[in-house]
């Protein structure tokens, strides 16, 4: 599950540290395990990887060729589907506030109206093709993401186990697709791959926590995801292209658990590998109109809501006036 070399030590400075192992959910097991399962998962890490999700492998690698094929484009061709607005082509420039990092991209608004106008640009040869690969594929990690919000939901006991669900169901909800192409950051030669204390210095995508309610990625099998953990560790998340992995977004830190469940810190490094890291990740988001607030069984008078209450589309404004690593769960606090 961790990545470290040599396993399972990491070095910090002076430090040797024993990395935690990152937790693991098996969906097919009995579903109150499942739920209680997930739920430890989401207050301690915030980060899990699941398997037996149910997704075909066909939608997942259609949707992975689909991709490699874009990025595989010329340039000047790429950037017919840019530049990113934010939804569109991106390449280095994260956000509008000058960050930067060794990766290029696609953002996608999920409505299918939006995708098949995408696609015209993304697949100009045959663009149904695209879209319908980005269709099924969307619709099957929604399917995920709304499973793992119910059983969340039930295992905190709540009274209307589908309230998030159904907000990444609704038709206006503001979900979107990232579909990210990291190079490998070569090494000089084969022998300075060990322990080259350069591998850990490319970033492709910066130290963030993800707006949204729920993220559902999966990648290729090679390695950069990195999550950070209590105790400021980062861990490397061993690749696994069968599996998904699942991280709380700040929405869900405060609208599910009043800031039980933990927004994870989460960054992308670009690792000596021989060929680029492809990662596809859904941003589970409530329809912009949306009034973020704790559910009520989460607010006690021991325990008052940590955040006053706001829109999602008024948390999407703040998130993107401010630079990725930028706390903005501060912004809402109510003391
Ligand atoms: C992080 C999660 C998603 O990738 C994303 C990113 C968005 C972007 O790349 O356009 C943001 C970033 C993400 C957080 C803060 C803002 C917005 C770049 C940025 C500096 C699509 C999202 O929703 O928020």
Known sequence: MVVASPPPLARTGEKKLLLPKLPTVDLSGPRADVAQQIVKAAETVGFFKVTHHGVGPATVSRMAQESLGFFARPDHEKKRAGPADPFGYGCRNIGFNG????????LLNTHPGSIAQRSLTINSTDPTKFSSAAGGYIEAVK???????DMMAEGLGATDAEAFSKLIRDVDSDSVLRLNHYPPFLLPSPSSAVDHPAAELKVGFGAHTDPQILTVLTSNDVAGLQVHVDGDV??????DPTAFFVNVGDVLQVAMTNGR???VKHRALN????????SMAYFAAPPLNCTISPLPEMVTPSRPSLYRAF???EYKKASYSLRLGDSRLDLFKTQ
């Open 234 to 239: 980062w861990v490397s998340v061993a690749p």
């Open 99 to 106: 960050d930067v990092g060794e990766v290029e991209y696609v």
């Open 271 to 278: 690792v000596n590998a021989a060929k680029p890291r492809l």
């Open 143 to 149: 399917e995920v993401a709304c499973e793992i919000l």
């Open 311 to 313: 829109t999602w589309a």
């Open 261 to 263: 469940f933990v927004s």
